[in-house]
């Protein structure tokens, strides 16, 4: 039974940024969390660019952005969806698929007519609507799989 899960987006110099900072900072996703909890401690979002987050139980149990640039050199594709992460313990209760609908709702709303995203993973993005465009190498080197949907 899914619980009572609310997607918020979150707004610079609020308690929601200052409790999503200390989310990603005790977060388990070792790669982004330093990266992460610098955009939002520096709030390096610009324009349109946005984070959300899971709220259940009055706590963040996930998040999600919508980026201009990921970690990509490919300026000429975006938006972004990125950051998608829930914490381990609420998985399996279609919290990234919220999280992910509310970043493209968000988009559309702006104009946008398909959102990327760039992960490492095969059948997960799928089932939300995304299909695979191609390979992608990240700043790091590293290989990643690019996928995109129609809004």
């Known amino acids: ?36 909890s610098q955009v939002i401690r520096e709030w390096q979002l610009t324009d349109w660019e946005t984070m959300f987050v899971a ?17 990509y050199p490919l300026p000429e594709i975006f938006p972004w969806v990125s950051c998608v992460f829930v914490e381990k313990e609420y998985r399996g209760e279609r919290i990234s698929e919220k999280l992910i609908a509310k970043a493209n709702e968000y988009a559309k709303t702006l104009g946008f007519t398909k959102t990327y995203i760039p992960t490492e993973f095969s059948g997960f993005y799928e089932k939300y609507g995304y299909t695979y465009v191609k390979d992608i190498v990240n700043y790091g080197g590293g290989t990643d799989r690019l996928y995109v949907k129609e809004l």
Request: hydrophobic content about 40%; aromatic content about 6%; overall charge negative.
């Open 55 to 71: 709220v259940m139980d009055g706590k963040i149990v996930g998040m999600t952005s919508l980026l201009k640039e990921d970690y």
């Open 1 to 36: 039974m899914t619980k009572d899960i609310q997607i918020m987006q979150v707004e610079q110099g609020t308690e929601l940024a200052k409790e999503l900072l200390s989310f990603v900072e005790g977060c388990s996703w070792e790669e982004v969390k330093e990266h992460v």
